[in-house]
């Protein structure tokens, strides 16, 4: 783990009670710095760590982002990583979506800011980005070991700090002009992940899609987007019940999944 931080682990364990049965136990390592919080999460959970580990760093040095890009990640902001052990491959990859959920809803208790989601896994506001959602699974033969979500909110830094990003990009500081308190952000998304990770253990996944229309940034709106190398222009029209983006293309229709599209932007 090639980590500077790890010195400053703090474990603690979280027993979240609704109703009168526990429902989840949250195992929270705390970092300084990390390569990234994914990786860290995927290397406990291929040694065994269990369902409600997460993994949650000061910054990270190599932050990554959907298809092999780079999240840059300064002192300040969120950067967390949750393992899983779903128990089911069927619907696994509508666990982006309860992550982006959770980070959405868990950033307005806890910061006041009502990020959107822009399909299929970025927080928006405005159109800037403030954060986005990754999700890895590992599967042994046939049957899928575990699942890390990973959830990036650009916190307490200003946006100059991203760079080449900035201006597409929204910090919690900025937004709120002042600064959010870190450990609430952080407990508010994972006490609306265990919410919404329940309900897709219940198999309620059209609740959550649901939920998600109506969060969605990008309906009815022009977009852009990269599919197999192509850039291609269109018109958002539905979220599916699957969690598939349906856009109408000059005239056509077409069904994008996640996991296919490197990126999508709104014109
Ligand atoms: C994206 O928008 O492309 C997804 C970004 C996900 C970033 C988070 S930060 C915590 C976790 N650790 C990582 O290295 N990436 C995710």
Redesign the pocket.
């Known amino acids: 783990m090639s980590s500077t931080g790890e010195s400053t682990i703090i474990v603690f364990v979280v027993e979240s009670k609704r109703g009168r049965s526990v429902t989840l136990s949250w195992l929270v390592r705390e970092y300084g710095e990390v390569s ?4 860290v999460a995927e290397k406990l959970a291929s040694g065994g760590a269990k369902e409600g580990t997460v993994v949650l760093a000061e910054r ?1 040095n ?6 092999e ?1 780079r ?1 840059i ?1 300064p002192k300040g902001g969120l ?3 949750i393992v899983l052990r779903p128990g089911r491959v069927e619907g696994v990859h509508l666990l982006t979506l309860v992550g982006a959920l959770a980070a959405a809803e868990g950033t307005r208790k806890a910061a006041g800011v009502s990020p959107k989601i822009r399909w299929p ?2 927080l928006v506001v405005g159109g800037r980005k403030l954060g ?3 999700a890895t699974a590992s599967t042994r033969g046939e049957s899928l070991e575990f699942v890390v979500v ?3 909110v650009n916190g307490n830094f200003r946006t100059d700090e991203l760079g080449d990003l900035s201006s597409a990009s929204a910090t919690l500081m900025e937004l709120a002009q002042a600064p959010v308190d870190l450990p609430s952000l952080r407990s508010r998304i994972l006490e609306e992940f265990e919410v919404r990770y329940e309900g897709w253990g219940r198999g309620e996944e059209l609740k959550l899609i649901r939920l998600a229309r109506s969060l969605l940034s990008t309906s009815g709106k022009k977009v852009e987007f990269a599919l197999r190398g192509t850039v291609t222009r269109g018109i958002a029209e539905k979220l599916e019940d699957d969690g598939s983006l349906v856009v109408k293309v000059r005239g056509k229709r077409l069904r994008l999944r996640a996991e296919e599209v490197e990126w999508l932007r709104e014109l």
């Open positions: 990234s919080t994914q990786e990270q190599s932050g990554r982002g959907r298809m890009r999240w990640s950067y967390l990583s896994n970025d986005g959602v990754i990973g959830i990036g």
